[in-house]
């Protein structure tokens, strides 16, 4: 399979095309500065400025608290790294759910003030028309179906997707309609693994997963989750392929030692 190794801008119609030739599409949240720099430097496809920073980083019970501001200030950190990346930043909820005017409005300030490549929502045919506007703006949209975390108040929690034939019937519909609209790619959401991998086949547009198994496109992880930044956390369609949070605490320990028995500073970290 194809590997991305070299550092040249990836654009929307790039990603998009990696469905014909059957590389994975690999896809990871940043929310600053740092993450976005490495995050490069491993050669990721796509950056997203996901609103789960919104439960990660800054401590709310769900993403439905995120506004367009906060987006936009840890869009711009990210948008700083320069990354080749693609930087899709989420629309946060409230931002595009009154009018498409409302949606083209927040999605060029996404683009034009944050720095984001691509702009994503949530929703499927209930959100085709705000989609085709977006995309007739010049911006280029990764849709959003299944578990919608936006959704959360209403649906009263979070529950796998595509359970009965009546449901995976509504998400090829979803699917479809996003498609029909001018997405570039699609985000598949906790979705039952075989309903998602009937999707994919069926679909013009690449599938990005998450808890959706391995039968989707591409793949995208909530990068603390991926760092098991959260010692108190653990999704089950994420892996931990590090337990940061723990070396984080051991550090600070480490630290807080060090300063009380006055072990730090020493001679190397003081300027004589
Ligand atoms: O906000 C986010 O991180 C997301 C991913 C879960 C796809 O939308």
Redesign the pocket.
């Known amino acids: 399979m194809p590997v991305r190794t070299f550092h040249k801008k990836l654009t929307a119609p790039v990603i998009q095309a990696m469905k014909k030739s059957g590389a994975k599409i690999v896809a990871l949240?940043a929310a600053d500065f740092i993450t976005a720099r490495l995050l490069d430097e491993a050669c990721v496809d796509v950056i997203?400025v996901?609103?789960?920073?919104g439960t990660t980083l800054l401590g709310y019970e769900s993403?439905v608290s995120v506004s367009m501001r906060e987006m936009l200030h840890h869009l711009k950190a990210v948008s700083r790294a320069k990354p080749t990346a693609l930087v899709v930043a989420?629309m946060p909820f409230g931002s595009y759910h009154q009018s498409t005017a409302q949606a083209v409005r927040n999605a060029v300030r996404l683009v034009r003030d944050g720095g984001a490549d691509a702009v994503?929502l949530e929703g499927g045919k209930s959100q085709e028309k705000k989609i085709q506007a977006i995309v007739e703006a010049g911006i280029p949209v990764m849709a959003?179906i299944g578990l919608l975390?936006q959704s959360v108040l209403r649906e009263g929690g979070y529950r796998v997707q595509g359970k009965t034939p009546l449901q995976a019937g509504r998400l090829k519909k979803d699917l479809h309609a996003v498609e029909r609209a001018g997405a570039f790619a699609c985000?598949l959401?906790y979705v039952r693994a075989s309903v998602a991998r009937k999707l994919t086949r069926y679909a013009t547009i690449p599938t990005?997963g998450?808890g959706s198994g391995p039968g989707c496109d591409g793949q995208?992880l909530?990068t603390s989750d991926l760092l098991g930044l959260q010692t108190w956390l653990a999704p089950r369609a994420a892996r931990h392929y590090a337990e940061i949070g723990r070396v984080m605490c051991d550090a600070f320990r480490h630290f807080a030692n060090d300063v009380r028995v006055g072990r730090f500073p020493g001679k190397r970290e003081s300027f004589e």
């Open positions: 949240t997203l996901g609103d789960s920073l993403t989420d994503k959003h975390p985000v959401e990005i998450i995208v909530v």
